[in-house]
């Protein structure tokens, strides 16, 4: 069954990856960067953060790509996060 992305804020991402495990390294300007601590060397994801500005459907499964990546997060795990951080 295709999931149905949700669109969701720069805060909300933020949030959900943090509860998923991921960890705030650094801000720079209005972009997040989160880096999963078991594995930092694979890079930091970068969440940018605009305000009340709410990110395509298109953007969060970037983002659940991205995090799949680094730690193996199922879609259904990266959506419930993300409903638990509105």
Known sequence: MPVSWPSARGTTLFKALLKLGFHHEKTKGSHYYLVWPDAPELGPIQVPVHGQLEYP???????????????????????KALKKSK
Not at 57 to 79: C, D, T
């Open 57 to 79: 459907k298109q953007f969060v499964k970037r983002k659940w790509r991205e995090a799949n990546a680094i730690m193996g997060a199922s879609q259904e795990e990266f959506l």
